[in-house]
C-alpha cells in the first residue's frame, strides 16, 4: 500500500469523545473537512449488515479511505476495496460526497474502530466505533406472568433481527416441548408477527386462559436466540395474596429460628 500516502500527523481527529481542533470558514474553502453529521457510535446485529458513514467535503483529487484500526488493514481507496474479505465495500453514490463502509453479514470480529481518511498532507480522519452484538429474542415484561382463569393470554417476542418477509414462520412458540398448535380443537389462539424498524416482533395471544394452558412460553426465532416466560394461570387466587403468604410464611420462619436459637443459649447457660 506504499502509494497511498495515509502517513503524516493528525492536524484534525474526529471520534465519540468530540472533535479537536475545528477548521474555520477560511480553511474549509481550501482543505477538505468531515460534515460531522452521523453517528460515531453504530450497533450491529451479527448476521446483518452495517454501514459506517463518512462525509468528506471538498476533497478534489484527494482519496478517501477506510482503515481497520486494530490491524492498521487499509480496507478501501476511493471506490476500490484492499481486503480480501468480500463482505466490504464503499456506498459511494456519484456526485454525493458520502464515502460509507457497508460490512455485509456482521460478525463478532467486525466490533472496533474503525478510520475513514483523507490523504491530505498532514492527513485527516474520523473514527467511528463499531459494536456488535448477538441476534436473539426478547418477551416483554416479567419473566412471570399471571393471568386469572378465564382471562387472556398475552405475549410479546421481540427479535432484534428482520425476517424476510415476517411470517408465522420465522418465529416459532413452544408451551413446554410442545409447538403451540394454532388450529387445535382448543380454538382461541391467535399469533400476530410483524416487521418493526428494530427487527421482528410476534405476539401470542390465548384467549380464555385454562389451568392447562399454564407452563413455560418460549418464543423460537429461526435466526436468534430464543426466550422464555413462565405463565401462572390463576384459579382465583391474585398473585399479592401469594406473595403476601410467602412472606408471612418467611417471616414465620425467621422468628422460630431465632426463638429455637434463644432457648438453646438460655439452657447453655444455666
Keep these: 500500500m506504499g502509494g497511498f500516502p495515509f502517513s503524516g500527523s493528525v492536524r484534525r481527529h474526529v471520534s465519540g469523545l468530540g472533535v479537536l481542533p475545528a477548521l474555520s470558514?477560511?480553511?474549509?474553502?481550501?482543505?477538505?473537512?468531515?460534515?460531522?453529521v452521523s453517528p460515531r457510535n453504530v450497533s450491529a446485529v451479527v448476521g446483518e449488515s452495517a454501514v459506517l458513514r463518512?462525509?468528506?467535503?471538498?476533497?478534489?483529487?484527494?482519496?478517501?479511505s477506510w482503515m481497520r484500526k486494530r490491524d492498521l488493514h487499509i480496507l478501501t481507496s476511493h471506490i476500490f476495496t484492499y481486503t480480501g474479505d468480500a463482505r466490504f465495500s464503499v456506498l459511494h453514490p456519484e456526485p454525493s460526497d458520502d464515502w460509507d463502509l457497508k460490512i455485509d453479514y456482521v460478525q463478532p470480529r467486525d466490533a472496533?474502530?474503525?478510520?475513514?481518511?483523507?490523504?491530505?498532507?498532514?492527513?485527516?480522519?474520523?473514527?467511528?466505533?463499531?459494536s456488535v452484538e448477538a441476534a436473539a429474542a426478547t418477551i416483554w415484561g416479567s419473566q412471570d406472568v399471571y393471568v386469572k382463569k378465564g382471562s387472556t393470554i398475552s405475549l410479546t417476542c421481540?427479535?432484534?433481527?428482520?425476517?424476510?418477509?415476517?411470517?408465522?414462520?420465522?418465529?416459532?412458540?413452544?408451551?413446554?416441548?410442545?409447538?403451540v398448535d394454532f388450529d387445535s380443537p382448543r380454538g382461541g389462539i391467535s399469533l400476530e408477527t410483524e416487521k418493526t424498524e428494530g427487527g421482528t416482533t410476534s405476539k401470542l395471544l390465548v384467549t380464555k386462559a385454562a389451568l392447562t394452558d399454564s407452563g413455560n412460553y418460549t418464543c423460537v426465532p429461526n435466526n436468534a436466540h430464543p426466550a422464555s416466560?413462565?405463565?401462572?394461570?390463576?384459579?382465583g387466587e391474585?398473585?399479592?395474596?401469594?406473595?403476601?403468604?410467602?412472606?408471612?410464611?418467611?417471616?414465620?420462619s425467621q422468628l422460630s429460628c431465632a426463638l429455637i436459637t434463644y432457648l438453646l443459649s438460655s439452657m447453655a447457660g444455666r
Design 25 to 36: 470558514s477560511a480553511e474549509r474553502t481550501e482543505r477538505p473537512y468531515f460534515d460531522d
Design 112 to 130: 472496533g474502530v474503525y478510520e475513514c481518511q483523507i490523504n491530505t498532507e498532514p492527513k485527516i480522519n474520523m473514527a467511528v466505533m463499531l
Design 238 to 252: 391474585h398473585p399479592a395474596a401469594m406473595q403476601t403468604s410467602n412472606r408471612a410464611t418467611y417471616l414465620t
Design 54 to 64: 463518512c462525509r468528506a467535503k471538498h476533497i478534489g483529487n484527494r482519496t478517501v
Design 229 to 235: 416466560v413462565s405463565v401462572h394461570v390463576l384459579n
Design 158 to 179: 421481540s427479535v432484534n433481527v428482520h425476517s424476510s418477509p415476517p411470517s408465522s414462520a420465522s418465529v416459532l412458540w413452544y408451551h413446554g416441548n410442545a409447538v
